[in-house]
């Protein structure tokens, strides 16, 4: 069973900056979609961000012009940069990833443990 883990996260302060990574335990014969979502407390769980594997990425409005998601195909990896924080970005950010294990396998979704990222005022 792969496990994506998740770094990155914790305590800043409003306006500074954050990088989040997220890494799978195991390689992916193919990922088609990787993405980042977050929950805060109270608060169902929301899209943050999201890249195909074509490079296409979309954005919560709340996060545009702030956050950069990106890839490594080769890496299996999917990191976020997040800028300008602000208190409502504090909740806990879940890695994603859409893909196969092996060749034979149907496409699956995969979510990591998630990491706090807390923004105080």
């Known amino acids: 069973q792969v496990q994506l883990v998740e770094s990155g996260g914790g305590l800043v302060q409003a306006g500074e900056s954050l990088r989040l990574s997220c890494t799978p335990s195991?390689?992916?014969?193919?990922?088609?979609?990787m993405g980042w979502y977050r929950q805060a407390p109270g608060k169902q769980r929301e899209l943050v961000a999201h890249i195909t594997d074509t490079g296409s990425t979309n954005y919560a409005d709340s996060v545009k012009g702030r956050f950069t998601i990106s890839r490594d195909s080769a890496k299996n990896t999917v990191s976020v940069q997040m800028n300008s924080l602000k208190p409502e970005d504090t909740a806990v950010y879940y890695c994603?990833?859409?893909?196969?294990?092996?060749?034979?396998?149907?496409?699956?979704?995969?979510w990591g443990q998630g990491t706090q990222v807390t923004v105080s005022s």
């Open positions: 994603n990833i859409v893909g196969k294990m092996r060749w034979i396998e149907d496409v699956k979704t995969y």
């Open positions: 195991r390689t992916f014969f193919s990922i088609n979609d």
